[in-house]
């Protein structure tokens, strides 16, 4: 099951994140009109600003902007592996080098990921409120609420790892030879071109 599994998770949670960076990017740097019409919304009401803050309390859109601060390390990762199979070194030193890169990532993740928390907490509802105020009426805002704050909600996503679990046994009892076999040719086609580069220079 790990041999298809983790590469095919690695994968999943690289693309996830460069996504989120991308999309985050484009959220962070809009056009100028865009800019300045967005910090132009005036302030929710105090009804609407009661029912935003439960919102907020449950519903975390930061969470996206913590995951583009962290990809960074979980490219820094990945691009090693890569980098280290390419150049067929040996096991020993393979793992060595990437439990010493791994402890960097994890570094790079301890330090960055309190600043940017402790960011989002002050900007979240300033960003996100005045965006919701625009877009709900108070009843909407408040039924959305409810949703959130729902328990079956809340089973629900609990539920959500053991779904992606058995999904992904089933998948892998499906076709792991065909995507082992789809990893290896990309390891050696990346390998192989790393190598052309490096003897060019």
Known sequence: MNSLIRPFSLAAVA?????ASAAHAQAAAPAPAAASAAAALPAPDAEKQKVIDRILATFHPENAVIQTAQHPAVDAVQKSMVALQAAHVPKDRMDKTMKEIGAD?????????PLVTASAAKVT????GPLLARNFTADELRQLAAMLESP?????????????????QK?????????????QALTESVGTKLRVAATLN
């Open 15 to 19: 693309l996830s994140l460069v996504a």
């Open 105 to 113: 990532a994890q570094k790079y993740i301890d330090t960055v990921t």
């Open 125 to 128: 509802n300033k960003a996100v």
């Open 152 to 168: 079956i909600k809340d089973k629900f996503d609990k539920l959500v790892p053991q779904l992606e679990i058995a999904i992904g």
């Open 171 to 183: 998948v892998e009892a499906d076709v792991a030879p065909q995507i082992n076999k789809n990893i």
